[in-house]
């Protein structure tokens, strides 16, 4: 099939990322660095700035980790750190600033060792959302993350533009589905690592440019619809993956699922599509308050109840209609292998699907495990 982007970046789309920040901070734009999607972009974006998620998905800097943080630490946290030490991370040496947010205890322990590099702004994440004073509490956070960007960037970020980016991520929330439409197709036109280089294109763009972009991908999906071309086949399984993040050396759960001839239709991971499914109010009045009513109802495992993740997993699953779902975590990562347990009752129970948990890190050593485990769940659908 011909590619959706067709240029010098096709074997290596993350350079094609790399390129966009440098232009941009090239063109006067400062780079605001991140680690999770709880930090509303729009602020960063009023500001007049790029946001960009941080280097955490490589095996290679966990040995230079290891030498400060214990070896049975979450492997996306190690590689975080290890990034930093080794000063690899093209992105976090663009970065004038660094955004964290409380979502779990090695993470903020982490920022500890690093926010003496560059500013470093922290955001105290309510973990009970539905209790009456958490929206108040993070609404406070959300205003001292304008605070902080304001001062450190001498840029006074006004209602009406805030608005404005507010507007933005909806149209762009809004193409993003569109795209996503073409994977609930059956077979599905679109990859796994379609889905993921679109998606980092559209962390470091503006709407206009998402707009163009998306303009000529769709062209090129209609003529496979019209050619029937499409990623697997008609027998290929239909494999929902939900769980921790995923990218670089973890994405081997994705190429071991195509390995084993099935299709990746839905990604349920803050890597993946769970960024898109929230809207923010337009015309409030009060833009901030908009913005944190509707980065609290992201669905993470840090969150108690967790009542939105479940309903999220069954909208994907009415969507995309999945064969199995597989739950991918991340040694140590509590918080989404606890959860884990009750999303396979879910699962099985309300929508009668394969459930397989796989739990692993940025190694190689576990691929042939995972192949024959999920070459063993493909085999009994």
């Not at 397989?356 to 485990?373: A, H």
Request: proline share 5%; aromatic share 8%.
């Amino acid at each position: 099939m011909e590619a959706l982007i067709d240029d010098k970046y096709a074997n290596n789309p993350n350079e094609r990322v790399l390129d966009s920040v440098i232009g941009k901070r090239n063109a006067g734009a400062p780079v605001v660095g991140m680690y999770c999607g709880y930090a509303p972009v729009e602020l960063i974006r009023a500001a007049g700035a790029v946001p960009v998620f941080l280097c955490a998905f490589s095996r290679k800097t966990i040995p230079e980790a290891e030498t400060v943080l214990p070896s049975n630490l979450c492997p996306l946290i190690k590689s975080s750190f290890g990034f930093i030490k080794t000063d690899t991370c093209p992105f976090y040496a663009l970065s004038g600033a660094i955004i964290g947010e409380t979502t779990c205890d090695g993470k903020k322990k982490m920022f500890e060792l690093i926010r003496h590099i560059k500013p470093t702004h922290i955001m105290d994440l309510p973990q009970l959302p539905d209790e009456e004073e958490a929206l108040g509490n993070w609404t406070v956070m959300v205003h001292k993350l304008k605070a902080f960007l304001e001062r450190t960037f001498g840029a006074e970020i006004a209602d009406a533009r805030i608005e404005s980016e507010i507007k933005e991520t909806n149209d762009k929330n809004r193409i993003m589905k569109d795209f996503f439409s073409y994977a609930a197709h059956s077979p599905p036109l679109i990859s796994w690592s379609e889905m993921y280089e679109v998606i980092g294109l559209e962390m470091v763009s503006n709407s206009d440019e998402m707009r163009l972009l998306l303009k000529g991908i769709m062209i090129k999906l209609r003529e496979r619809l019209r050619k029937g071309e499409h990623s697997g086949n008609g027998h290929s399984p239909r494999v929902l993956v939900s769980g921790c993040p995923v990218g670089g050396d973890a994405a081997k759960i994705f190429r071991v699922i195509e390995g084993a001839g099935g299709v990746v239709v839905a990604m349920e991971a803050c890597s993946g599509m769970k960024g898109y499914s929230i809207e923010i109010e337009e015309g409030t009045g009060d833009p901030v308050a908009a913005l944190a009513r509707a980065y609290l109802k992201i669905p993470c495992s840090c969150m108690t109840p967790n009542q939105r993740r479940f309903d999220a997993i069954d909208a994907m699953i009415g969507r995309f209609r999945p064969d199995a779902v597989i739950d991918v975590i991340l040694q140590a990562c509590h918080s989404y292998n606890i959860e884990s347990y009750r999303i396979e009752q879910h699962v099985r129970s309300k929508h009668r699907l394969p459930f397989l948990k796989i739990e692993t890190d940025f190694t190689e050593s576990d691929v042939g495990q995972i192949r024959t485990r999920v070459g063993a769940l493909f085999e009994n659908l």
